[in-house]
T-cell receptor, first 111, second 112 residues
Framework: TQLLEQSPQFLSIQEGENLTVYCNSSSVFSSLQWYRQEPGEGPVLLVTVVTGGEVKKLKRLTFQFGDARKDSSLHITAAQPGDTGLYLCAGASDNFNKFYFGSGTKLNVKP | DAGVIQSPRHEVTEMGQEVTLRCKPISGHDYLFWYRQTMMRGLELLIYFNNNVPIDDSGMPEDRFSAKMPNASFSTLKIQPSEPRDSAVYFC????WGQGLFFGPGTRLTVL
């Protein structure tokens, strides 16, 4: 049983389109992180959100932490082929040290 | 700066053999994590250390798995004896308290 559920599992879009990926849980997390993983490599940290309702922007990527700190979303504006990869959310336990990963969203951006 | 280093990158072995995976964390990081990734189960936390001490090993599948961290710059994950269902990509990651994880490139293990 996954502590964190991500949706959709797979997403294939054309370059220039917008998309949103969701990360949901029934548990409260002290912080939530988003990672991107490319084939044959380890996940790479994109962002950490800590406060309920927090919104962070990283160029074309917008991350939001739910008010109750149980869910998060990642929105990509004008997707590019370089955004292709597996997007993973991870929730941190109360002591900020144990990280539970979601099931992942596999994004393919076609040129 | 060197990132997290893992070796070997690929390991193919036969059922029943002992497998040892190695990890060198980022210098100065005081947390080290071992994860396993499969298509079916995603990324699973196996064990993590703080200042070389194992804190939580509740994710270790069974007694065939063991992990050590003899010093701040080295950790091993050992499987003995290995089984085909252990086939997966094993990641090591390190971090500072409250910070994000820095992952190594992973070891792809295939047990025949």
């Amino acid at each position: 049983t996954q502590l964190l559920e991500q949706s959709p599992q797979f997403l294939s879009i054309q370059e220039g389109e917008n998309l949103t990926v969701y990360c949901n849980s029934s548990s409260v997390f002290s912080s939530l992180q988003w990672y991107r993983q490319e084939p044959g490599e380890g996940p790479v940290l994109l962002v950490t959100v800590v406060t309920g309702g927090e919104v962070k922007k990283l160029k074309r990527l917008t991350f939001q932490f739910g008010d109750a700190r149980k869910d998060s979303s990642l929105h990509i504006t004008a997707a590019q082929p370089g955004d292709t990869g597996l997007y993973l959310c991870a929730g941190a336990s109360d002591n900020f040290n144990k990280f539970y990963f979601g099931s992942g969203t596999k994004l393919n951006v076609k040129p | 700066d060197a990132g997290v280093i893992q070796s070997p990158r690929h390991e193919v072995t036969e059922m029943g053999q002992e497998v040892t995976l190695r990890c060198k964390p980022i210098s100065g990081h005081d947390y080290l994590f071992w994860y396993r990734q499969t298509m079916m189960r995603g990324l699973e936390l196996l064990i993590y250390f703080n200042n070389n001490v194992p804190i939580d090993d509740s994710g270790m599948p069974e007694d065939r798995f063991s992990a050590k961290m003899p010093n701040a710059s080295f950790s091993t994950l050992k499987i003995q004896p290995s089984e085909p269902r252990d086939s997966a990509v094993y990641f090591c990651a390190s971090s500072l308290w409250g910070q994000g994880l820095f992952f190594g490139p992973g070891t792809r293990l295939t047990v025949l």
